[in-house]
């Protein structure tokens, strides 16, 4: 008996260090196989206890079972001990910054269409020459109607289609700037404003025509891009807010057929390789002669019908869609900026102006002016 008890301890002390170095639960599992498996020494010895004298099976049987379940014990434990360190281990090897993007990163927003747009109109004419700048949303009247040809009582300047700014609102020291005159025009009374009518927000960007050739001698190429306000509706196709881009071009020898061939370039690029321009008569107070420029439907390829022979809604069955106004600069508007190099006798040029929120309905088959208003993020999310 002494020698199975003595049997029992060694197997027992062999299978604590062991289990006290096993490195894995794989490892681990081995150990409980080899120590407590059913062909185990330990295992053989309670089996065989039947086999023992009678004062020997008690003992033996003891001794058996205290080194089984310490054993089992010390495993179990073990285990734990293991798995929380593999989980551990694991959780630091895959850790996640929560804060960082996500690969590949998803954009936290995307721009507006109407921004989206008017950039692809700046690269454009960026890529022909043209420099961009831009001008005061609040303007002057002088700028805004007089010095590009809009004589008095001219229907633009009426209360129903422009917003008037109270001068009352003004800074005090803006209200002490002398009032621009026309050539040769003497203006008595109070310094500007001295009424509601001499200051607007600006109903067209083409303010920025004169101001820039105020700063600038001839030759100059720029486009000028920004919001404007017309006292309209909110509806599908109207808005008292609207964008536009405004386009100067003058110099010695510019010509209609330089506007022509600016415009078709234009048309190529945001609409597609085979569009086409062509040119209209229309009246524009700041131009001489004035047209209104239409492109090839893009659509209907310019043939008025979609390909099962219906209608083309968006050009109305023309072949045709307006885009945009322009025309060979009027020489009154140079007389305004004459001292700055502007000789109406010597020089030229052609201006041109486009709606962006127009354009933009146009190429991307947006049906309601109000869509690029509301901020709905399906349809921002829609032209990222």
């Known amino acids: ?59 033996v049987g003891q001794a058996a079972n205290a080194a089984r379940q310490a054993l089992e014990a010390l495993l179990e434990r073990r ?30 927003g995307s721009p507006n269409l109407l921004i ?107 486009v000028v891009p920004g919001r404007c306000y017309r006292s309209d509706p909110f509806d599908a196709t109207h808005s008292p807010i609207f964008h536009q881009v405004e386009g100067l071009a003058v110099s010695e020898t510019i010509t209609l057929a330089d506007l022509k061939g600016t415009l078709d370039e234009f048309a190529r690029a945001m609409f597609g390789p085979e569009r086409r321009s062509r040119f209209r008569p229309g009246f524009f107070p700041f131009t001489e002669p004035s047209v209104e420029v239409d492109v090839s439907c893009f659509r209907c390829g310019g043939t008025g019908e979609l390909p099962d022979g219906s209608r083309d809604s968006i050009c109305k069955g023309t072949g045709w869609i307006e885009i945009l106004g322009s025309g060979m600069v009027d020489p009154n508007v140079f007389g305004f900026v004459k001292a700055n190099g502007y000789d109406p006798d010597a020089i030229q040029g052609f201006a041109f102006g486009m709606g962006i929120d127009r354009i933009a309905m146009l190429k991307y088959g947006v049906t309601d002016l109000r869509k690029f208003f509301e901020n709905d993020v399906r349809v921002l999310g829609q032209f990222r």
């Open 116 to 222: 989206r747009t008017q950039r692809e109109i700046e690269d454009i004419f960026c890529g022909l020459g043209y420099r961009v700048m831009e001008g005061p949303e609040v303007e002057l009247d002088y700028y805004n109607f007089t010095a590009l040809n809009h004589p008095p009582g001219h229907p633009a300047r009426m209360a129903q289609d422009t917003f008037y700014v109270d001068p009352a609102t003004l800074d005090p020291e803006l209200r002490l700037v002398p009032a621009p005159t026309l050539p040769g025009e003497v203006v008595d009374g109070d310094p500007l404003p001295p009424g509601p009518e001499d200051v607007v927000l600006r109903t067209h960007t083409s303010p920025m025509q004169v101001r820039a050739m105020e700063a600038q001698e001839p030759p100059i190429f720029i």
């Open 1 to 59: 008996m002494a020698d199975i008890q003595a049997k029992i301890d060694d197997l027992r002390s062999q299978a604590e260090a062991a289990i006290a170095g096993a490195s894995s639960v794989e490892a681990l599992e081995e150990l409980r196989v080899r120590y407590l498996g059913r062909k185990a020494e330990l295992t053989q010895i309670l089996r065989g206890i039947g086999e023992l004298a009678p004062e020997e099976r008690g003992p």
């Open 79 to 108: 285990r734990s001990e293991l798995e929380a360190d593999q989980l551990e281990r694991g959780l630091a090897a895959e850790a996640i910054d929560v804060t960082l993007p996500g690969s590949p990163a998803v954009p936290v």
